[in-house]
C-alpha cells in the first residue's frame, strides 16, 4: 500500500482526520503492516503492546476473562489505553485472520501530546466519546435551527408596565412600542395581556378601561431562558397552543418576548401548518387529512439533523392533539367529563414517532355506567386505525372492555398485578404506569397513580421481579461477533428496551411520576438515585440507538416495508457501528446495575 492508499486510509478513520499534515507523516513513517493468525493472542493484563493496532482486514475479540466485551473490524482501532496507562484489565485476542497497521507506542503518545482533539479522543470518559462520534457523524446534517439557542434569534423589547396601572395607560404604552402584548409586572412575576383577551375580557364584557391591568393579566406568564434551544421554544408553544414566550435570564429577568412568527422564519418546517390543521379541524375527515402529513413533518426534522429525543418531542405534542381532538368529535359532551382518555406505553412516553400501534385506555369516573362509553371506544378505535395507527397486536385499545372501566376495576386489576405476579402482569403493569392522561378528566389518572404507589410500598421482592424483565432479551456487545453473527438485530430488544424497562422500574420504586424516559433518568440523578455519569451514558445511549430505529424506520417506509425494529447492521458507517457498540456496552453495565440494585440475584 503507497504511502497516499496510507494516508487515505487513516484520514477515514476518526479521530486520525484531526491530525496535521506534519503529524500524518510522522505517524505514517513509524507505522508498519503486520500479520496475526487466527487465536493469536495480542494483549493480555500480562502482555502490554508495544503498537497501537489499526485493522486493516480481520477481526479482533476483546476478553474479560470468559466474557466477550467487543468485537473489532475494519477501520476499528485498539488499545489506547494499554499505551497511556502502561496496563490492561481484558485480553485481545484474534477470531479472524488479522491483517493491520501498528503505529509505534512512542509516536502514538507524541501524537496525543501534539494533537488536542486528537488527545481528547483518547483521554474523554465513554459519554464525551459517543458524543464527539455522534457530532462528526451527523454534522453535515444539522440544520443551524438544532444549534441555535433563542439568543440567537429575535426578541422583542417587552412593554412592561406596573400592578395598578390603568388599562388605558398599558394600551397607549403598548402603541408606542408597537406591539399587541402587554406585560403586567406583578413583584417578581409576570403575567400578560393579548389582543384577544382584549377582547374577550373588556370588550365582549363591556368593562371600563380604567381598571387595573391585572384584573384581566394571565398569570404567570409562561418562559423560556435564553440559552435554551430555539425547538425547546417551539414545542413549548405547539404544546401549549399559544403564540409568544417571554424569554428570561438566569436571575429570572425578562430579557424579551419570543413570537411564533420569529421561530417560524428562523426555521421553515410545516409543524406549524401541521398545528392549525389540527385545531381547526371541525370533523373526522379534516383531522386525518392534518395526522397524515405528520410522516411527512417527521421525515424534514430528521433530514434536518434534528435530534430525535426534540422530534420524538414535537410529534409526541402533535399526537396527543390528535387523539385529545377525536375524543372531542366522538364522545358526546356530556361523557367526556366523567372520563379519561389516557396513552400508554411508548406512546404515554412520548416516545413513539412512527405509528407503530396504538396503546390507549379509558378510566371512568366511579358511579358511571362504562356500558354508555362502549359503542363510541369502538368508533375511537377504529377512527384511530383509520388514521394509520395500527391496532395494537395485544388488543391494549379502548375498545376491549378490559381497558375500559371504573378507576375502582382499575385499582382492583393493580391489585391482583401486584398479588399473583406473572409475566403479562409485569406487562400490563409496565404498560400503564407509562400512561398519560390526553383528553377528559385527567385527576381520574392521579387516583389510580397514587393507588399504584401506595400499594407497591414495602414489595421488595415484586419490584425485583419486574426489574428482572431488564434482562429479558440479550444485548449484543455480550454476545459473540454481532457484525457477523447476523445482519439484522432488534434493536428495541438489545438495547430500547432494556434502558425503558429499567429506568422505569427505578422511577416506579422512587414514586416519580413523569413517564418520559429521558426526564426519569434525570429525575432519578437528582434524587441520587443513579449516579450523574451512568445518566450521561444512559441518555446518550438511548439517543442513538433511538436515532438508528428511525432510520430504519424510515427507510422502511420509503422501500415499502413493513416496520419492525431490525437494523441490517451491513448498511451501517464506521462511526454509526462505533456508536452502537458504545451504546451496547452502556446498555450491558445498566443491566448489572439493576440486577445489583434490586438484588434479582436473589430470584433467579
Request: with cysteine.
Amino acid at each position: 500500500m503507497s504511502l497516499r492508499d496510507q494516508k487515505s486510509f487513516l484520514s477515514k478513520i476518526h479521530p486520525f482526520e484531526l491530525l496535521s499534515n506534519e503529524q500524518m507523516d510522522l505517524c505514517i513513517r513509524h507505522m508498519d503492516i503486520a500479520y496475526y493468525p487466527k487465536n493469536e493472542i495480542l494483549i493480555t493484563p500480562e502482555k502490554i503492546p508495544n503498537h497501537f493496532f489499526v485493522i486493516i482486514k480481520g477481526i479482533v475479540h476483546e476478553y474479560k476473562e470468559e466474557e466477550i466485551l467487543m468485537d473489532y473490524h475494519q477501520q476499528d482501532s485498539f488499545d489506547s489505553n494499554s499505551l497511556i496507562y502502561g496496563k490492561s484489565k481484558n485480553s485481545f485476542k484474534v477470531y479472524e485472520d488479522l491483517i493491520c497497521y501498528e503505529i509505534e507506542k512512542d509516536i502514538f503518545l507524541e501524537l496525543i501530546e501534539q494533537n488536542e482533539g486528537f488527545k481528547n479522543f483518547f483521554l474523554n470518559n465513554l459519554v464525551n466519546k459517543l458524543q464527539t462520534l455522534k457530532d462528526k457523524e451527523y454534522k453535515s446534517d444539522l440544520s443551524s435551527f438544532m444549534i441555535a439557542k433563542v439568543s440567537d434569534t429575535i426578541l422583542r423589547k417587552p412593554c412592561i408596565v406596573e400592578t395598578g396601572t390603568k388599562l388605558i395607560d398599558a394600551i397607549d404604552k403598548s402603541m408606542k412600542y408597537s406591539t399587541s402584548t402587554i406585560i403586567v409586572k406583578k413583584d417578581n412575576e409576570y403575567g400578560i395581556i393579548t389582543d384577544s383577551l382584549l377582547k374577550v375580557k373588556v370588550l365582549l364584557e363591556g368593562r371600563d378601561l380604567s381598571i387595573p391591568v391585572e384584573s384581566i393579566a394571565i398569570f404567570p406568564l409562561l418562559s423560556i431562558n435564553k440559552e435554551d434551544y430555539l425547538f425547546d421554544a417551539l414545542t413549548l408553544l405547539i404544546k401549549k397552543s399559544i403564540k409568544r414566550i417571554g424569554v428570561i435570564n438566569t436571575k429570572g429577568e425578562l430579557l424579551g418576548i419570543l413570537e411564533q412568527i420569529d421561530i417560524l422564519s428562523h426555521f421553515a418546517n410545516h409543524t406549524y401548518v401541521v398545528d392549525t390543521k389540527i385545531k381547526n379541524a371541525n370533523n373526522l375527515e379534516d383531522l386525518k387529512d392534518a395526522s397524515n402529513e405528520l410522516i411527512s413533518t417527521i421525515k424534514t426534522l430528521n433530514a434536518k439533523g434534528v435530534k430525535v429525543n426534540h422530534i420524538s418531542s414535537l410529534i409526541g405534542q402533535l399526537n396527543i392533539k390528535i387523539y385529545r381532538k377525536v375524543y372531542r368529535l366522538i364522545l358526546p359532551k356530556e361523557l367526556q367529563k366523567d372520563a379519561c382518555f389516557i396513552v400508554m406505553g411508548s406512546e404515554g412516553r412520548n416516545e413513539q414517532i412512527i405509528k407503530t400501534d396504538q396503546d390507549n385506555a379509558l378510566v371512568v369516573k366511579d358511579g358511571i355506567d362504562v356500558e354508555q362509553y362502549r359503542p363510541y371506544m369502538e368508533k375511537l378505535t377504529e377512527t384511530l386505525i383509520d388514521f394509520g395507527y395500527p391496532p395494537c397486536p395485544g388488543n391494549i385499545m379502548v375498545s376491549n372492555p378490559f381497558w375500559c372501566k371504573t378507576v375502582q376495576d382499575y385499582k382492583n386489576e393493580t391489585a391482583k398485578w401486584i398479588e399473583a405476579p406473572a409475566m403479562q402482569n409485569y406487562m400490563d403493569l409496565a404498560i400503564f404506569f407509562d400512561s398519560f392522561s390526553v383528553a377528559g378528566d385527567k385527576e381520574l389518572l392521579i387516583n389510580l397513580k397514587e393507588d399504584l404507589f401506595n400499594k407497591l410500598h414495602d414489595k421488595d421482592v415484586f419490584m425485583a421481579y419486574f426489574a428482572k424483565a431488564t434482562l429479558t432479551f440479550d444485548t449484543p456487545s455480550t454476545v459473540a461477533n454481532f457484525m457477523t453473527k447476523t445482519y439484522y438485530l432488534d434493536i428495541k430488544k438489545g438495547g430500547i428496551f432494556p434502558i425503558v424497562q429499567g429506568i422505569r422500574s427505578l422511577a416506579l420504586r422512587e414514586r416519580i411520576r413523569e413517564t418520559t424516559t429521558v426526564k426519569r433518568i434525570k429525575i432519578l440523578e437528582q434524587k441520587k438515585a443513579i449516579e450523574p455519569q451512568m445518566a450521561n451514558e444512559l441518555l446518550e445511549a438511548f439517543d442513538v440507538l433511538n436515532t438508528l430505529r428511525l432510520k430504519a424506520h424510515l427507510q422502511k417506509l420509503q422501500d415499502g416495508k413493513k416496520l419492525n425494529n431490525e437494523i441490517d447492521t451491513h448498511t451501517l458507517g464506521k462511526i454509526e457501528r462505533d456508536l452502537l457498540k458504545d451504546s451496547f456496552k452502556i446498555v450491558s453495565n445498566f443491566k448489572k446495575f439493576i440486577i445489583y440494585t434490586f438484588r434479582i440475584d436473589k430470584i433467579l
